[in-house]
């Protein structure tokens, strides 16, 4: 008895001397706290901004403080409202970020590395050693093959369009989700979203998103527009934009079992439809395609994210996920209402309603039409495109020595403050 007492304790000393081991050459991996000093990775990890709350509808306007003139309105890219800047502002610091120097080199991970200058750089990993790296309608193509995102990875990358929590306080202002018919709309505004609750009648209403050029202020309720690649991060920046399409669709959803939400993505290839149903199916379409999958409804509200990224059809149920490719033809004229929901059946709520879009990569004229890496050699950029100097400026990429490992953030709200 005593000797096996003895053997399970040696055991125990040993594992704990080795998780001691372990958790310090952990540590020794992460340096010191970093101060992020350029804003080319926004909106994702911000350099020095300005920072300001909309006096129309009370959303967080955040502008880069080296691409911000505050002697000019600033326009609310959420409602629309110009107004100007507080005259006592002040700039502030950039996210704060410590270094694993021990996380693998993964592509649509962030990383920092020494530049060319000797200064350190703070871009997202795109192409691997050996690769070539071309663009086209803002996508990034590796050999010759488009990379594509998953759900998870399209969070990390994604851009905001639209904050549905965040509305005017006027009634003049244009609403961008709108239920219609409205005279039989079976849809209702909330204080947090929209609830829908079927009607004996069985008639058709959908909820629609109409956009708006956020900085063409004031709005104008007769004239949407499509979705194009504006940065309001870059708020005194002017350039020509793109027309975006890959966007998706944020909501914490709560459906009753007899429920089926139906999304529709009006796309230049035509429409995409996700139903989600209470009952436990998730099922993507387009033409002649579709693919199916079993869900977990579960009780209370769950996140869900579905939308088109990468020329593929994407979605995330709580934890689950999954894509679909998209057999793309560019057939007909981008839409002014990209984005629809309907639902049949049952009751439903959404709440934390959010539109957002996909990074547009695009490579100024003036550069190289393709980057070849050699061996050794990563291709990186910047999250903010217009104003990033990146991958798409250097020849031949970043060698591997001059990484210094992951980047991750500290929470803005818990983290070490601004």
Same mark, same amino acid.
């Given at each position: 008895?005593?000797?096996?007492?003895?053997?399970?304790?040696?055991?125990?000393?040993?594992?704990?001397?080795?998780?001691?081991?372990?958790?310090?050459?952990?540590?020794?991996?992460?340096?010191?706290?970093?101060?992020?000093?350029?804003?080319?990775?926004?909106?994702?990890?911000?350099?020095?901004?300005?920072?300001?709350?909309?006096?129309?509808?009370?959303?967080?306007?955040?502008?880069?403080?080296?691409?911000?003139?505050?002697?000019?309105?600033?326009?609310?890219?959420?409602?629309g409202e110009s107004q100007s800047w507080k005259a006592d502002i002040l700039p502030q610091r950039g996210d704060a970020a410590w270094i694993d120097t021990n996380a693998p080199m993964r592509r649509w991970h962030v990383f920092a590395y020494h530049n060319d200058n000797g200064e350190t750089g703070v871009k997202r990993l795109i192409g691997m050693p050996g690769e070539q790296i071309t663009f086209n309608e803002g996508d990034v193509f590796a050999n010759g093959n488009r990379l594509q995102k998953t759900a998870s990875q399209f969070r990390h990358v994604r851009q905001l369009i639209h904050d549905d929590r965040f509305q005017p306080s006027s009634a003049n202002a244009p609403q961008r989700w709108r239920a219609v018919p409205v005279s039989t709309t079976q849809w209702q505004r909330t204080s947090n979203g929209w609830s829908f609750a079927a009607a004996e009648s069985g008639d058709k209403s959908v909820l629609r998103y109409h956009h708006f050029l956020a900085y063409e202020s004031p709005l104008s309720s007769d004239t949407p527009q499509v979705i194009q690649d504006d940065c309001p991060y870059n708020a005194n920046i002017s350039r020509s934009l793109n027309t975006v399409d890959d966007v998706a669709v944020e909501a914490d959803v709560t459906l009753a079992k007899e429920t089926c939400l139906i999304w529709r993505f009006a796309t230049r290839s035509g429409d995409v439809i996700v139903r989600v149903q209470g009952s436990g199916h998730l099922r993507l379409q387009?033409?002649?395609?579709?693919?199916?999958?079993?869900?977990?409804?579960?009780?209370?509200? @769950?996140?869900?994210?579905?939308?088109?990224?990468?020329?593929?059809?994407?979605?995330?149920?709580?934890?689950?996920?999954?894509?679909?490719?998209?057999?793309?033809?560019?057939?007909?004229?981008?839409?002014?209402?990209?984005?629809?929901?309907?639902?049949?059946?049952? @009751?439903?709520?959404?709440?934390?309603?959010?539109?957002?879009?996909?990074?547009?990569?695009?490579?100024?004229?003036?550069?190289?039409?393709?980057?070849?890496?050699?061996?050794?050699?990563?291709?990186?950029?910047?999250?903010?495109?217009?104003?990033?100097?990146?991958?798409?400026?250097?020849?031949?990429?970043?060698?591997? @020595?001059?990484?210094?490992?992951?980047?991750?953030?500290?929470p803005r709200e818990s983290g070490p403050s601004n």
């Open positions: 008895m005593r000797s096996t007492c003895l053997r399970l304790a040696m055991l125990l000393a040993v594992f704990t001397a080795c998780y001691a081991v372990t958790q310090s050459d952990r540590l020794r991996g992460m340096s010191q706290s970093h101060t992020v000093v350029s804003g080319s990775m926004a909106a994702a990890i911000l350099g020095p901004h300005y920072r300001q709350e909309c006096a129309e509808c009370r959303f967080t306007l955040i502008c880069g403080a080296d691409t911000t003139d505050v002697r000019q309105n600033v326009v609310c890219p959420n409602c387009h033409g002649s395609q579709h693919r199916s999958w079993v869900i977990y409804p579960g009780r209370g509200a @769950k996140n869900l994210l579905v939308g088109i990224c990468d020329r593929q059809a994407i979605w995330q149920w709580g934890e689950a996920s999954g894509t679909m490719e998209l057999r793309w033809r560019n057939e007909r004229h981008a839409s002014v209402t990209p984005v629809e929901v309907a639902a049949s059946g049952g @009751k439903a709520r959404l709440t934390n309603l959010r539109l957002w879009r996909d990074v547009y990569y695009f490579r100024p004229a003036y550069l190289q039409r393709q980057q070849m890496l050699s061996r050794g050699s990563w291709f990186v950029l910047g999250d903010n495109v217009p104003v990033s100097v990146d991958g798409r400026h250097q020849q031949g990429g970043v060698r591997g @020595k001059r990484f210094l490992g992951e980047v991750n953030i500290w």
